[in-house]
């Protein structure tokens, strides 16, 4: 069973910045598509950023594109998500998210629409304005 564990959330105003990690418990996260969903409170889980598990493809969001930046260390089986130009339509629990890709060919549209394998428990985001 992979393990996601994320840290980073917190309170920050309005233009602030922010850096979400995600240390997943795998060997590698080479094989694995990973991303960052959120979920505010009475809205749905969204699509926020993903990151391909080859060829450095990463998609973002259309509310988020040019403020977030996606990222990842697999020498630390890492993922990152820096945060800038935060707003308050920003506050949501942010999920890591993984899909073991490289075995079962899915492909990265697929893990955006939220078809991951393994879930994280969340790490909160409020941006006061």
């Known amino acids: 069973q992979v393990q996601l564990v994320e840290s980073g959330g917190g309170l920050v105003q309005a233009e602030g910045s922010l850096r979400l990690s995600c240390v997943a418990s795998?060997?590698?996260?080479?094989?694995?598509?990973m991303g960052w969903f959120r979920q505010a409170p009475g809205k749905e889980r969204e699509f926020v950023a993903a990151s391909q598990w080859y060829g450095d493809v990463v998609e973002y969001a259309d509310s988020v594109k040019g403020r977030f930046t996606i990222s990842r260390d697999n020498t630390k089986n890492a993922l990152y998500l820096q945060m800038k130009d935060l707003k308050p339509a920003d506050t949501a629990a942010y999920y890591c998210?993984?899909?073991?890709?490289?075995?079962?060919?899915?492909?990265?549209?697929?893990?955006?629409?939220?078809?991951?394998?393994?879930w994280g428990q969340g790490t909160q985001v409020t941006v006061s304005s």
């Open positions: 998210a993984a899909a073991a890709a490289a075995s079962t060919w899915e492909t990265l549209e697929d893990f955006m629409q939220g078809r991951a394998d393994y």
């Open positions: 795998v060997r590698t996260i080479e094989n694995y598509n």
